[in-house]
């Protein structure tokens, strides 16, 4: 099970944004509407893949919480396509 941390910092973004920048292994959340922003520093390119597993495969998965905009159909099949070019760089051919 996973522990709490010993410092918790909480704060809220009205209209966030986020992404990862591989460059210098970060998290970052802005608010589009003005100048706010976090950065966390020290997120490894395994601790968001398990992120973005738990968001989609966990017992209460982000599906049901989209607001369902038509470009967010699009967005699925471009994750499906690299997780499935992923699943097969790493899966051993067949040999028949």
């Known amino acids: 099970m996973i ?3 010993d410092t918790l910092i909480t704060y809220h973004i009205k209209d966030a944004s986020v992404f990862w920048h591989i460059c210098d292994d970060s998290i970052n959340i802005y608010d589009t509407g003005s100048e ?14 398990q992120m973005m597993r738990n968001v989609m495969c966990s017992q209460q998965p982000c599906f049901k919480e989209l607001s369902n ?13 690299a997780l499935t070019a992923y699943i097969e760089s ?3 051919e067949e040999v028949n």
């Open 69 to 81: 905009k038509p470009y967010q159909l699009e967005q699925a099949k471009d994750m499906r396509n």
């Open 90 to 92: 790493q899966e051993p």
């Open 36 to 49: 706010d922003g976090i950065c966390i520093h020290g997120v490894d390119a395994d601790a968001v893949f």
């Open 3 to 5: 522990q709490p941390p």
